[in-house]
């Protein structure tokens, strides 16, 4: 089975900055990974999909990067309200859909 | 617009089974799958199964055997049914849309598996 690794569960950054929340997945899986945002009591939010693509009314400051087995979700100009945990997915394998185990994002 | 939204029980007694529904809106159940994702407090995420458009599945096998998904395209409705509960499958459980991955998620709805 594919793992989804998220080696950094907790980040901290200030307003304005940028950060960059890391995935890498236990093997190849192309492009076929999205990224979620979950603010704290809401339900997930799909940013990112096919590794790059910005789903509908997902922010520019959201940008996803990689392939094969590393991937990048980068918050430019980050707000306070980017304060959520942070999920990459891949679903090029079976099991289909694999969940990283998240990232939380601390705004300073 | 695209809405999904899961009822439920809210409570399960242990050994027992669960019913849940995803009532969506803004879109057809012809031309979308729908998935299952759960998520236990305080920790992740996990994907269970999707039903497909043209009324396919596709389980997580790590839980085939106690998962059964079905839907009714007329009523715009996902089922949800999971046997033989534990206090391990204690979560919120939440639809979602499928395109590519998960766009559209409903709000979830908690199961506690409690005597």
């Known amino acids: 089975d594919i793992v989804m690794t998220q080696s950094q569960k907790f980040m901290s950054t200030s307003v304005g900055d940028r950060v960059s929340v890391t995935c890498k997945a236990s093997?190849?899986?192309?492009?076929?990974v999205a990224w979620y945002q979950q603010k704290p009591g809401q339900s997930p939010k799909a940013l990112i999909y096919?590794?790059?693509y910005r789903y509908s009314g997902v922010p520019d400051r959201f940008t996803g990067s990689g392939s094969g087995t590393d991937f990048t979700l980068t918050i430019s100009n980050v707000q306070s309200e980017d304060l959520a945990e942070y999920f990459c997915?891949?679903?090029?394998?079976?099991?289909?859909?694999?969940f990283g185990s998240g990232t939380k994002l601390e705004i300073k | 617009q695209v809405q999904l939204k899961e009822s439920g029980p809210g409570l399960v007694a242990p050994s027992q089974s669960l019913s849940i529904t995803c009532t969506i809106s803004?879109?057809?159940?012809?031309?979308?799958?729908v998935h299952w994702v759960r998520q236990p407090p305080g920790k992740g995420l996990e994907w269970l199964v999707v039903?497909?458009?043209?009324?396919?599945?596709t389980y997580n096998s790590a839980l085939k055997s106690r998962l059964s998904i079905s839907k009714d395209n007329s009523k715009s409705q996902v089922f949800l049914k999971m046997n033989s509960l534990q206090t391990d499958d204690t979560a919120m459980y939440y639809c979602?849309?499928?395109?590519?991955?998960?766009?559209?998620w409903g709000q979830g709805t908690s199961v506690t598996v409690s005597s």
């Open positions: 979602a849309r499928h395109y590519y991955a998960m766009d559209y």
């Open positions: 093997q190849n899986v192309g492009t076929n």
């Open positions: 039903i497909w458009s043209d009324g396919s599945t």
């Open positions: 096919s590794a790059s």
């Open positions: 997915q891949q679903y090029n394998s079976y099991p289909l859909f694999t």
């Open positions: 803004g879109f057809s159940l012809t031309s979308y799958g």
